[in-house]
């Protein structure tokens, strides 16, 4: 399937997806729990799989998302431009180093940043090293995001990409930001990697339960 949808090239696959998410979204009904007064200087932080209402939710708002060089990637910077966010690109493969400077002078400036700390590769439902790395050096807060649709369609993917139907219920909850202090260890950073991967799974089971389902974790 994801071969079929390389063939039709990045500008009309982008296209058609933005549309689908525009579409399935505009039928959606929303319900955001404990977000922050203050969302400067922030890093919202949810498993890659549950971005399709995020991306949505907060269109823009010009926040700033990292997304890699990948031909996905591709894909996706272009969907992203199109709803409104600030694209740079690199991961931890290629130009990680100089996406994450970029992204730690947007925050310093009290810029936003949207994050998926499993991704792009995985494995999913981990915190990778890289938003550890921009909330040292930015100061900014790790702010865990719990989502959840209802109904909703799985895909065969490496992260169980949860993707809603239409007129479905979605519940985001927000919990309150985590901070890496300056000049912390290795095993501090560490200390506060384990706890923002723990919020973000225990918001992401909270979501559930308020919706009456049970997904399959990857972690707990």
Same mark, same amino acid.
């Given at each position: 399937m994801k071969n079929k949808w390389r063939k039709l090239g990045p500008e009309l696959t982008s296209d058609i997806l933005f549309a689908i998410v525009r579409t399935v979204c505009s039928t959606m009904r929303f319900r955001m729990v404990n977000y922050p007064a203050d969302d400067h200087n922030l890093i919202f932080c949810g498993w890659h799989g549950r971005s399709f209402t995020f991306a949505n939710q907060f269109r823009r708002r010009k926040w700033w998302v990292i997304i890699s060089h990948s031909n996905d990637g591709e894909i *996706?910077?272009? =969907?992203?431009?199109?709803?409104?966010?600030?694209?740079? +690109?690199?991961?931890?493969? +290629?130009?990680? !180093? +100089?996406? #994450?400077?970029? /992204?730690? +002078? /947007?925050?310093?400036?009290? %810029?936003?940043?949207?994050?998926?700390?499993? %991704?792009?590769?995985?494995?999913?439902? !981990? $915190? *990778?090293?890289? $938003?550890?790395?921009? #909330?040292?050096?930015?100061? #900014?807060?790790? !702010?865990?995001?719990?989502? #959840?649709?209802?109904?909703?369609?799985?895909?065969?993917s490496w992260d169980r990409y949860m993707i809603?139907?239409?007129?479905?219920?979605?519940?985001? =909850?927000?919990?309150?930001? =985590?901070? $890496?202090?300056?000049?912390?260890?290795?095993? *501090? $950073?560490?200390? !506060?990697?384990?706890?923002?991967?723990?919020?973000i799974h225990r918001l992401e089971r909270e979501t559930e339960d308020r919706l009456g389902i049970r997904t399959q974790l990857v972690r707990s």
């Open positions: *996706q910077s272009r =969907i992203f431009s199109k709803l409104g966010y600030r694209v740079i +690109r690199g991961s931890t493969g +290629r130009g990680g !180093v +100089r996406a #994450a400077v970029e /992204a730690i +002078r /947007a925050l310093k400036e009290g %810029g936003t940043m949207a994050m998926t700390p499993d %991704g792009p590769r995985g494995p999913s439902g !981990v $915190v *990778q090293g890289g $938003v550890m790395l921009m #909330a040292l050096k930015s100061g #900014a807060g790790l !702010v865990p995001v719990g989502i #959840a649709s209802h109904p909703h369609f799985s895909a065969k809603p139907m239409p007129f479905s219920k979605c519940i985001m =909850i927000f919990g309150d930001p =985590i901070y $890496v202090p300056p000049g912390s260890t290795e095993e *501090q $950073v560490e200390e !506060v990697r384990l706890k923002l991967e723990h919020e």
